[in-house]
């Protein structure tokens, strides 16, 4: 018996793809249909890999046209598998900083306790202080601090539109705009949240909110090298990085490994350098005494070591921590010591974003991907 091709086309329309509204035919997911005598071969186009839906497409194929064409045809399926390409995130521009914020740089640490927020907190109102536009997200889920350390505590983020699209406004405190996970949640309430709903909320905070023209965004990561660093380092295209440690050994272990992962070929994040806290303490008696507690200058020989800047040292002193507490940055002071040191860390940080923008190609975002059950890392 000689089978129609017109035919089988006919009833391969009454079928679909699982999945797909349109039929077969119709979505174009039949490539071909030849005839030889009672053989028939289909030449399928799926766009999933999932076995189940390629042997439910074959077995759908074979019984329809043995059911409306011919039930002793003899039918070969050959399916083919095309994956479309998922779109660009349409907030990034490959190669360059979303529009409007021109340099964002991660402070970063290899452990909980170096003082990473507090840092972070004076270095945004030293570089405010300077004359920049400068924002600052609390990407530390788990332990966010920015709302106390910069006194807004009982604020809340307002709604603004922008082009017609609902966004939200950070708060603002001593001229830094500010986003933290803590203005979502009460002060007592625990975030419970597994790595994607973590980075869900850290994404909202970025592209869901209108951060305006920024000189810099300043990201406060939580400690460690783990999956909310990947999933910052995946939506953004990061400046650089700035490592915070204090000077004892088990400290500075973890520093090296958080200035690795920045360095590592796959994430390639440029190191801006590594700031000392605590360095050492001097008594308010005793003002020309330096009491190196935590060790002395070990953050100055793990940053030659690995061949990246210290951009300096802050000393262990009771009123950096009080002045965060109280929700007022000891880098607001004037003309006292530790203001200096703020603010020349700053300038610092400042010179080598220069130098890093003036040398190296703009930073993009990386891709992360999972093959085999373990992580790949790649530059989109």
């Known amino acids: 018996m000689k089978l129609d091709r017109k035919e089988i086309l006919k009833a391969l329309e009454t079928i679909s793809v699982a999945g797909e509204g349109k039929n077969m035919v119709e979505s174009g ?57 998922k779109p660009e995130n349409p907030n990034l521009i490959k190669g360059k900083q979303i529009p409007g914020i021109s340099n964002i740089v991660a402070i970063a640490s290899g452990k909980g306790g170096v003082g990473k927020s507090t840092v972070t907190a004076n270095l945004a109102v030293s570089l405010a202080k300077m004359g920049f536009s400068v924002g600052v997200l609390d990407a530390d889920i788990y332990g966010p601090s920015m709302p106390i350390m910069f006194d807004v ?37 625990a975030v ?64 090296k490994k958080g200035v690795s992962m920045f360095m590592s070929e796959a994430i390639n994040v440029p190191v801006l350098g ?3 806290n605590m360095a050492y303490f001097t008594p308010e008696e005793l003002p020309n005494n330096k009491y190196y507690i935590f060790g002395k200058e070990g953050a100055r020989n793990l940053a030659e070591d690995l061949k990246v800047p210290l951009l300096g040292e802050i000393p262990l002193v009771q009123s950096i921590r009080e002045a965060g507490d109280y929700g007022r940055p000891v880098a607001l002071q004037t003309a006292t010591p530790l203001e200096t040191a703020f603010e020349n860390i700053a300038r610092n940080i400042v010179q080598e974003v220069v130098n890093r923008n003036e040398n190296l190609p703009p930073s993009e975002a990386i891709k992360i991907t999972t093959m085999a059950g373990c992580s790949a890392v790649n530059k989109k």
């Open 274 to 276: 590594i700031i000392e």
């Open 29 to 85: 997911a039949i490539q071909n249909v030849l005839t030889f005598g009672d053989e028939v071969i289909v030449d399928l186009l799926l766009s999933t890999p999932a076995l189940h839906i390629k042997k439910r497409a074959e077995v759908d194929i074979i019984k329809t046209i043995h059911e409306l064409v011919y039930e002793k045809a003899k039918v070969k399926v050959n399916i083919k598998v095309e994956t479309p390409e």
């Open 192 to 255: 419970i949240w597994r790595g994607p709903m973590a980075a869900k909320a850290l994404n909202q905070m970025i592209f869901d909110a209108d951060w305006g023209q920024l000189d810099f965004m300043l990201i406060d990561l939580p400690p460690g090298t783990g999956d909310i660093q990947l999933s910052i380092m995946q939506s953004l295209p990061i400046t650089g990085a700035v490592v915070v440690s204090t000077p004892q050994a088990v400290a500075l272990a973890d520093a």
């Open 153 to 189: 505590e009982n604020a809340k983020p307002l709604s603004v539109e922008v082009d017609g699209k609902s966004k939200m406004k950070p708060v603002e405190s001593y001229e830094v705009k500010i986003l933290s996970i803590g203005f979502f949640t009460k002060p007592d309430q």
